[in-house]
């Protein structure tokens, strides 16, 4: 498929000296699919990386409608490194299709109910090495929620934001394993609180100055 050989393509230009980082925002209404690559800024690299940012890049295809979905692509730089970056959001029903996760794992779930959202892959990140070549050199997998995580294997835990990272010294056994509940998003409940707190906060108020005139009237009479 057309797809996947971009992405070998790809993969095969971090034999230069790649990182990538993978991220996933999830929320109760849609996944969002952001995945840049990382490559030493040097003239070889930028004429080659503007040769893919003139290319499209497939994010999954749909066979309802039997068309393509695209990736939106742009070019980003930091501190002595050029890259691209690739995006794309997802109903939630549609992030198991992604051609990425495809490419790095041959066996994944992604099932999403009305109460739940829970992700798992095979042990193997498959796009390690491809013909015992090695890839890349890193690959680090953030997913940020602010929903519930009831079940977690990530490597380490920032806020919000579950990271596993990658390289040839594990990739042969690191399993993506979340549990997500919907309909839990920590920054709504943040605000409900605070509503809640400046509510009883006037109530009690008005309370006070309820009493407080009771009391002045008494004091006249």
Known sequence: MKYLKYLLLLLVFCLTGCDVTYNLTITDDYMTESVSFWYDDTKENEDILNQYLDTNHQAYFDMDTSTAKYYNKKKITDDGKIGMNLEYEYDENNLEKSSLIDKCYYKKNVIVTD????????????????DDVKQFDSLTINIKTDLEVVENNADKVDGNTYTWVINENNYQNHPIQMRIKKGTDKGFNFWIIIIVIIVLLLIIAIFAYNTYLKNKKRNKI
């Open 115 to 130: 109460e739940q959202i829970v992700i798992n892959t095979d042990n193997v990140v498959s796009c390690m090495y491809t």
